[in-house]
């Protein structure tokens, strides 16, 4: 068995990584580099050996911070009781004690939906008690798969309001609840609580179409809540689902994106950190840019049309690891013009690949029909 998995893995290596793959070395990292980075062996501390990084460049999105600071950020977790599955549980062990181990300590941690796999009471304790490895402040937002088994009646015992704000070093941030405004097609199919669950965990859109969203009443708090903020000033937002349509017949897109993004216009610099798509994600949309992060569970592979331009995909993972292509994220918020993302991404060392289409950093993202738009009547 043993030689067998290694034949494979020497197959995909020789086709997923021929010889010249990776960039020119004339590439400099500059204020204007977004790095897409993997470590080699623990948390990202100063002198510590790092693995080859992939560059990917973006704009200016953060000038405005007062001094520079660091965060955290881990979501998709999908655990499940330690009696059923402790792989899951022991990447959550492992992404905890890293990020504790960051020196200097990041200033927060950002959890981003999907603690549980079937949002059962002992699912979410479990990640409750994981984290408490990290000694810093810690804010969650929810995942589809906390909250539709009882509508987020144990989140908001946990966790209290799904969506909140605060001020951090000259930067609003703003916590979004995507995923508990799906429409109720459960009632007239009389499903249970678990039938909805195992439902909603699957990301069916077969019976109600695009379910996630943000709706009206948050739409109206986000004006509320940026109202009395600096337009040129700095806006990070996060959210479980992207925040504009990628890839609508996976279901990991929300329906009102349009609507978001209007409240967002008058801002210059906002960044959307998302993450539900378990993979290396980049998009722009006027000023908005959008970094989707990973999960410690699983990779999830690439849209096979669509592809957000700037992104570079991971190459496919190695089935034979199960840390292949999962970890947590690293965001630098300098005070100067500049935000560094790295993905301490486990088990993945080379290359990234280059998106053959839409990649110009010049070219702005154009609003216009899409896949989503002919499917389901808005």
């Known amino acids: 068995m043993s030689d067998e998995l290694d034949r494979i893995r020497r197959e995909m290596h020789s086709v997923l990584q021929p010889e010249g793959a990776r960039p020119d070395d004339s590439l400099k990292i500059t204020r204007r580099t977004f790095i897409h ?36 950020w881990i979501s998709d977790t999908h655990l499940y009781p330690r009696s059923l599955n402790t792989r899951f549980v022991d990447k959550v062990v492992r992404a905890a004690q890293e990020v504790q181990a960051m020196d200097p300590p990041a200033d927060f941690l950002i959890f981003g939906g999907d603690l549980a796999q079937l949002g059962k009471i002992e699912e979410l304790e479990l990640g409750v008690d994981l984290l408490k490895e990290i000694k810093i402040p810690k804010h969650y937002i929810p995942g589809e798969h906390d909250w539709y088994l009882d509508m987020g009646k144990k989140w908001g015992e946990l966790f209290g309001q799904p969506n909140w704000s605060f001020d951090h070093k000259g930067v609003r941030f703003i916590g979004l609840d995507t995923v508990s405004r799906g429409p109720d097609y459960w009632t007239a199919k009389n499903m249970t609580p678990e039938e909805r669950m195992g439902h909603m965990a699957t990301l069916d859109g077969t019976v109600a179409g695009p379910w996630a969203g943000v709706g009206r009443d948050q739409l109206d708090w986000m004006e509320k809540t940026l109202a009395d903020w600096d337009k040129a000033r700095p806006v990070v937002i996060f959210s479980h689902n992207p925040l504009y349509e990628y890839y609508p017949p996976w279901n990991f897109w929300i329906r009102d994106w349009r609507e978001v993004h209007e409240v967002l216009k008058p801002f210059a610099k906002v960044t959307n950190i998302h993450g539900h798509v378990h993979q290396v994600l980049y998009n722009e949309i006027g000023t908005m840019r959008s970094i989707g992060m990973l999960a410690t569970s699983w990779p999830w592979p690439y849209a096979p049309e669509g592809l957000p331009k700037l992104t570079k995909p991971m190459i496919r993972v190695d089935p034979g690891d199960p840390y292949d292509g999962v970890g947590w994220s690293k965001i630098d918020v300098g005070a100067t013009d500049k935000v560094e993302t790295e993905y301490i991404m486990w088990g993945r060392k080379e290359v990234f690949v280059q998106s053959p289409e839409d990649h110009d950093k010049h070219v702005s993202e154009v609003i216009r029909p899409r896949i989503a738009d002919n499917m389901w009547p808005f």
């Open 37 to 72: 980075g993997s470590l080699i062996f623990g948390a990202a501390t100063v002198g510590q050996a790092f693995a080859w990084w992939p560059l990917l460049n973006t704009l200016d999105i953060a000038h405005a911070a007062e001094t520079p600071f660091k965060f955290a």
